[in-house]
């Protein structure tokens, strides 16, 4: 079961039960993959993301109801009292008193039978729409990106810490030695000392590395939600599959057509040509069905108790002859829209297919890089070996042994800072090409756990 990472600061006799105490809470379980179903539920840009995504689907069926029939129906009943005089002959009057009431009942249909501009808006809504989907799936593969960098880096600083940990021992190890050498007369108080102020100086370090890591862990919670308290460890014999395609052509191909910014981009022409058909439509004729049926009684003094049941059916025809010039001016701001979404069109194609093909070129000579570093690890840890030897035999001195230790220790963590970034940028690579997130996620998930994977 593990243990929540508490540690305090404190540096004297102790300092190597206080490291080892802080490193036996790091225990390595869990997965990307679950990392990332919480960020789903509790990601607030995701979030709200997804509530924009909601809003902007209405604009179809909110352009669609132009061209269905639109229904009312109307209801009244008026109450009368008053009196009514009547002439008679000789120049007389004769009054009645008037109590009555008015119901009446209608219902009216109105239907588009030729309305091209409603048609065109409900086309332009319907782009607009795939338009909001693709900028959505865009912030969905965003999460997958934030989620990555926040989950490596917490890899990383936890590595980091061990890395450290781990220097520290060394470093104690050598100042414990110079004490030895000195007490036996072998060595001198400067090397006593060179020893207790690198272990000061790497104390210190191991500090920092403390905080950066609670810090990474933080951040990774704060995105998913929860409290992420153990997640997957990195292979130490990490090795990356090759890339599969390995042909820049194809990654950028699969770029155009997936990716969903660009996606998102092409629905916006798709608006704009419509916009423009919308703006034409301003100077054609609408066609509409009109159709009626009403019912009433007592409509009036002259009808008393008298009910009139009607209804009436016809067509309304509505010619734009002058509209002051907005028709024109329209037309000519929805072509410049078409243009203006058209030029972004091709400028977010060329920044995909410029992304694409710098994090092809980085995964390709990732596996060549990593090799270099872990040649760089193993040949200070040889030197490392050498240089005390060396100093046993009073050729090397402590401060060259010093300088090794650290050499090995930064190799390590410079290895490690590769894989990560390897990674990172594999995953970048995928979403880029437009590859589903859940496909990128069980593949990093998986390639995390194992150091081997099948391409997504």
């Known amino acids: 079961m ?45 979030q709200a993301a997804k509530y924009a995504l909601t809003s902007a689907q209405q604009a179809s069926p ?54 091209l ?31 990555a960098l926040a989950y490596l880096q917490r890899m990383l600083a936890e590595d980091a810490f061990l890395s450290i940990h781990a220097q520290v021992h060394a470093v104690v190890e050598q100042r414990n030695l110079m004490r030895r050498r000195f ?55 990490f090795s990356p599959p090759p890339l599969v395609p390995n042909a820049l052509q194809t990654w950028q191909d699969m770029a155009l057509n997936n990716n969903p910014d660009v996606a998102a981009r092409k629905f916006a022409v798709e608006a704009a040509v419509a916009g ?18 009403s019912s009433s009684r007592n409509e009036s003094v002259s009808s008393l ?24 001016a329209a037309v000519t701001q929805a072509v ?22 710098r994090l092809f070129q980085a995964v390709s000579s990732g596996g060549a890089r990593l090799l270099a570093y872990q040649d760089v690890l193993e040949s200070s840890q040889v030197a490392l070996e050498g240089t005390r030897r060396g100093q046993a035999s009073g050729l090397r001195t402590n401060a060259d042994v010093l300088e090794a230790v650290r050499k090995v220790f930064q190799a ?20 880029k090409a437009g590859i589903a997130p859940e496909a990128v996620v069980s593949y990093i998930d998986e390639l995390l756990g194992s150091g081997e994977s099948s391409p997504p």
């Not at 423009?276 to 049926?293: F, I, K, Q, T, Y």
């Open 183 to 237: 007490e036996q007369g072998e060595g001198t108080k400067t090397e006593v000392a060179e020893a207790r102020a690198n272990l000061s100086l790497v104390l210190s370090q191991w500090a920092d590395s403390r905080d950066q890591m609670n810090n990474a862990r933080n951040a990774l919670n704060s995105l998913t939600g929860q409290l992420q308290e153990v997640i997957a460890r990195l292979p130490s014999g």
């Open 276 to 293: 423009v058909s919308r703006s034409n439509a301003g100077h054609m004729p609408r066609l509409d069905l009109v159709a009626s049926a």
């Open 412 to 431: 390590q963590r410079d290895l490690a800072q590769a894989r990560y970034d390897h990674i990172f940028q594999r995953l970048r690579l995928y979403n």
């Open 2 to 46: 593990s243990r929540r990472f508490v540690c305090r600061r404190g540096w004297g006799p102790g300092v190597l039960a206080l490291v080892g105490a802080c490193s036996q809470g790091l225990v390595w379980a869990g997965d990307f993959e679950r990392a990332y179903l919480a960020a789903l539920q509790n990601d607030a840009r995701y």
């Open 62 to 115: 909110l352009a669609l109801s132009a061209l269905l029939p639109n229904v009312s129906a109307s209801l009244s009943e008026t109450a009368v009292q008053g009196t009514r005089n009547t002439d008679v002959a000789g120049g007389g009057t004769v009054s009645s008193n008037l109590d009555y009431r008015a119901p009446s009942q209608s219902i009216n249909l109105r239907t588009p039978l030729v309305n």
């Open 117 to 147: 501009e409603a048609s065109a808006r409900y086309r332009q809504a319907n782009a607009q729409v795939g338009s909001a989907e693709a900028a959505f799936a865009a912030r969905k593969a965003e999460l997958v990106d934030r989620l």
């Open 305 to 328: 108790n008298q009910s009139v049941n009607q209804g009436s059916v016809g067509v309304q025809l509505n010619i734009p002859i002058y509209s002051g010039g907005a028709v024109k």
């Open 336 to 357: 410049a829209e078409q243009s203006r979404a058209e030029a972004e069109l091709l400028a977010e194609q060329r920044a995909a297919e410029l992304e694409v093909g």
